[in-house]
């Protein structure tokens, strides 16, 4: 499995945009790249997924570049409600995709 | 459609008790994944389950933690003659290996386990 190195915090101010940066330098060519969010006192729910280039959905964006050894979150106009732990996974499907230790977002207002 | 469940969603015991915690996953889902997350930290993965492949055990702490999953439904966590650093939300989630959210895992609310 490709190891995922991720900042352990960071803070922002409300209506700030945050980039969080994963780094995973043995990421293997069938690997997808995901990232969850987790609320205190909850499970973590799905963010985003992609491959390569950039993916953008309602949440958040998500931009890979050509050498895919990292991937950066990209949440716009964070609010205080977006104070979460994220995770970035790598792995391949029908494979386990295992969570580390993930960044703290600590949203100011 | 129904998520994953869990069952108990708090557990209090006594420390050399055996507890069983229980995960219902989405129907469907061929994988299946227990987690235990201590206060304030990540997640630890510790086993996977899928279909009807030998589990990955790799991520059980020790030889008091077992796990049992029957067919491609109901998960039962076994610890046994628990200790205080047991205390943890032991977490599930099951995710299907096909379709537009192939390998998204869906998590259930959590088993809170507290051993005095």
């Known amino acids: 499995l490709a190891k995922t190195t991720q900042p352990i915090s960071m803070d922002s101010y409300e209506g700030q945009e945050v980039n969080i940066t994963c780094s995973h330098n043995?990421?293997?060519?069938?690997?997808?790249i995901t990232w969850y969010q987790q609320f205190p006192s909850q499970g973590p729910r799905f963010i985003i997924q992609?491959?390569?280039t950039k993916v953008t959905n309602e949440v958040a964006s998500l931009f890979i570049p050509a050498d895919r050894k990292s991937s950066t979150l990209s949440l716009p106009r964070v609010s205080l409600s977006d104070t979460a732990v994220y995770y970035c996974?790598?792995?391949?499907?029908?494979?386990?995709?295992?969570f580390g230790a993930g960044t703290i977002l600590r949203v100011k207002s | 459609g129904a998520g994953v469940s869990q069952s108990p969603s708090n557990k209090v015991t006594e420390k050399g008790k055996d507890v069983e915690l229980r995960c219902d996953p989405i129907?469907?889902?061929?994988?299946l994944y227990w987690y235990r997350q201590r206060l304030g930290q990540g997640l630890e993965f510790l086993i996977y389950?899928?279909?009807?492949?030998?589990?990955?055990k790799s991520g059980l702490p020790s030889d008091r933690f077992s796990a049992e999953r029957t067919g491609e439904s109901v998960s039962t966590l076994t610890i046994q003659r628990t200790q205080q650093e047991d205390s943890a939300v032991y977490l599930c989630?099951?995710?299907?290996?096909?379709?537009?959210?192939?390998?998204?895992?869906?998590f259930g609310p959590g088993t809170r386990l507290t051993v005095l």
């Open positions: 996974l790598v792995g391949i499907y029908g494979n386990k995709l295992v």
């Open positions: 992609g491959y390569k």
């Open positions: 043995n990421i293997a060519t069938n690997d997808y």
């Open positions: 389950f899928q279909g009807n492949s030998a589990p990955d």
């Open positions: 989630a099951s995710s299907s290996t096909s379709g537009w959210d192939a390998d998204t895992q869906y």
């Open positions: 129907s469907g889902h061929t994988a």
